[in-house]
């Protein structure tokens, strides 16, 4: 397993502000298939984006991460209690949860004992999706200026699990009976700094800058800006979203 507390401690502040949001029909469509709205065990939280985006619709949500400088930088909100816990064990009670969540983090998990720890945790009847989005949707052009300058130089600073990401975890076994979640659609409206900023969020960006400092991503700006026109100009761009959801057995 790689280590994720060093990938994502440097750019906390970053990534708060430059990923993009979740549609805030997840979050309803969620609620809509849990018992009870009382509390949520939102894993690995990042920012909190997904926390507070629950806030609407549960009383409570404990928000778990690896990361203290991921935590320094989320979204504050009565409702949500953070903690720094590893996924796989946490100081929570059995049955405390009507639904467990992990919003673009589950490749990153020992799976063999986070499955037991969610069963031991979730109520019986209780609710466990996911969801991740990975590739920048534009068109043919942009996507060649963007694989040859920025995915072919960052291809061997990309860690093993994110393999699973790409893949939309369909190698991955969920111990839960699927629930068939509605189509979701996740873009952004960015210009071209504002893409950039998002980009730099990337592990293996920040693996590579380390590693060969950042003309390179100075370069694909320059390359990109050719395709694009006026950097300050917006765009719609596209991320290749998936969702996953499923019912803890009683």
Same mark, same amino acid.
């Given at each position: 397993?790689?280590?994720?507390?060093?990938?994502?401690?440097?750019?906390?502040?970053?990534?708060?502000?430059?990923?993009?949001?979740?549609?805030?029909?997840?979050?309803?469509?969620?609620?809509?298939?849990?018992?009870?709205?009382?509390?949520?065990?939102?894993?690995?939280?990042?920012? !909190?984006?997904?926390?507070? @985006?629950?806030?609407?619709?549960?009383?409570?949500?404990? +928000?778990?991460?690896?990361?203290?400088?991921?935590?320094?930088?989320?979204?504050?909100?009565?409702?949500?209690?953070?903690?720094?816990?590893? +996924?796989?064990?946490?100081?929570?009670?059995?049955?405390?949860?009507?639904?467990?969540?992990?919003?673009?983090?589950?490749?990153?998990?020992?799976?063999?004992?986070?499955?037991?720890?969610?069963?031991?945790?979730?109520?019986?009847? @209780?609710?466990?999706?996911?969801?991740?989005?990975?590739?920048?949707?534009?068109? +043919?052009?942009?996507?060649?200026?963007?694989?040859?300058?920025?995915?072919?130089?960052?291809?061997?600073?990309?860690?093993?699990?994110?393999?699973?990401?790409?893949?939309?975890?369909?190698?991955?076994?969920?111990?839960?009976?699927?629930?068939? @979640?509605?189509?979701? *659609?996740?873009?952004?409206?960015?210009?071209?700094?504002?893409?950039? *900023?998002?980009?730099?969020?990337?592990?293996?960006?920040?693996?590579?800058?380390?590693?060969?400092?950042? +003309?390179?991503?100075?370069?694909?700006?320059?390359?990109?800006?050719?395709?694009? !026109?006026?950097?300050?100009?917006?765009?719609?761009?596209?991320?290749?979203?998936?969702?996953?959801?499923?019912?803890? @057995?009683?």
């Amino acid at each position: 397993m790689s280590n994720n507390d060093d990938l994502f401690n440097d750019k906390s502040e970053d990534y708060a502000r430059a990923r993009p949001r979740y549609p805030q029909q997840i979050y309803k469509f969620l609620a809509e298939q849990c018992v009870s709205h009382e509390s949520v065990w939102d894993v690995a939280s990042g920012n !909190g984006q997904a926390s507070l @985006g629950l806030t609407k619709y549960f009383d409570h949500i404990d +928000a778990t991460e690896i990361s203290e400088n991921q935590i320094a930088n989320a979204f504050a909100h009565p409702k949500i209690n953070y903690s720094i816990q590893a +996924a796989e064990k946490t100081n929570f009670k059995s049955n405390s949860f009507d639904l467990i969540c992990v919003a673009q983090a589950l490749h990153w998990f020992d799976h063999k004992k986070f499955w037991p720890e969610v069963k031991r945790v979730l109520k019986p009847d @209780g609710i466990f999706a996911t969801w991740g989005y990975s590739w920048i949707l534009l068109d +043919a052009e942009f996507e060649r200026i963007f694989k040859r300058f920025i995915l072919d130089i960052i291809e061997p600073y990309w860690a093993d699990e994110i393999q699973f990401l790409w893949n939309q975890y369909q190698e991955i076994t969920f111990p839960f009976k699927k629930i068939e @979640g509605p189509e979701i *659609e996740l873009s952004v409206n960015w210009n071209l700094y504002e893409l950039f *900023e998002y980009v730099r969020t990337w592990s293996a960006v920040s693996q590579c800058i380390k590693k060969q400092g950042s +003309a390179f991503i100075e370069k694909a700006f320059e390359e990109v800006e050719k395709y694009w !026109g006026d950097a300050e100009e917006l765009k719609d761009i596209k991320m290749n979203f998936f969702l996953i959801v499923g019912r803890n @057995g009683v």
